[in-house]
């Protein structure tokens, strides 16, 4: 096959950038900002607000009447929880602006969850590895533990001593 026709593999891509890579104290400075805005969010929740409107439920309501618009659009906010949806109706003007203020922090929070993300991908791939932090191999396996004996399990039978007992 020749050079032109074959596809490219993960081989090929392997320690290639098409780009200068970025300095690890750079992208450190990036996730520390990025955790800083988020600590600044404030209140913020999940939900969309959305508007209902149309015929309610009295019969005798002008709603019902042919060629009526029905009621205008009542703005809800509506969020899930454990997976079960949740509505909410707004007692105020100024109780839907703050919710439209928490909602929209939420969509900033996950926004910035999602940088952060990245620039920790970023920083895993170019953090330089150092031996020390592997676990050390004994006897062909991986010592998982480091070698520290508190994190073994103690296998001796428990002892039990009375108050003032030998």
């Not at 992208?27 to 409107?53: N, V, Y």
């Not at 919710?99 to 330089?128: D, H, K, Y």
């Not at 592997?134 to 010592?143: I, T």
Request: glycine share 10%; proline share 10%; hydrophobic share 25%.
């Amino acid at each position: 096959m020749g050079e032109r026709n074959r596809l490219p593999s993960v081989y090929d891509t392997l320690g290639k950038e098409d780009s200068m890579p970025i300095p690890l104290s750079t992208l450190e400075l990036q996730r520390s900002s990025l955790l800083q805005q988020i600590s600044e969010l404030g209140d913020f929740r999940p939900g969309s607000i959305t508007g209902t409107g149309g015929r309610c439920g009295t019969p005798s309501c002008h709603c019902h009447r042919p060629n009526d618009p029905g009621h205008a659009p009542h703005p809800r906010l509506t969020y899930k929880v454990d997976g079960k949806s949740v509505t909410e109706s707004f007692a105020s003007p100024a109780a839907q602006g703050k919710a439209e203020a928490e909602v929209a922090a939420f969509r900033r929070f996950q926004q910035l969850t999602r940088s952060l993300g990245e620039v920790n991908e970023q920083i895993c791939r170019a953090r330089p590895v150092e031996e020390s932090l592997w676990p050390q191999k004994k006897n062909g396996r991986s010592n998982l533990t480091g070698g520290c004996p508190e994190s073994k399990p103690d296998r001796r039978p428990p002892t039990t001593a009375l108050a003032g007992g030998p």
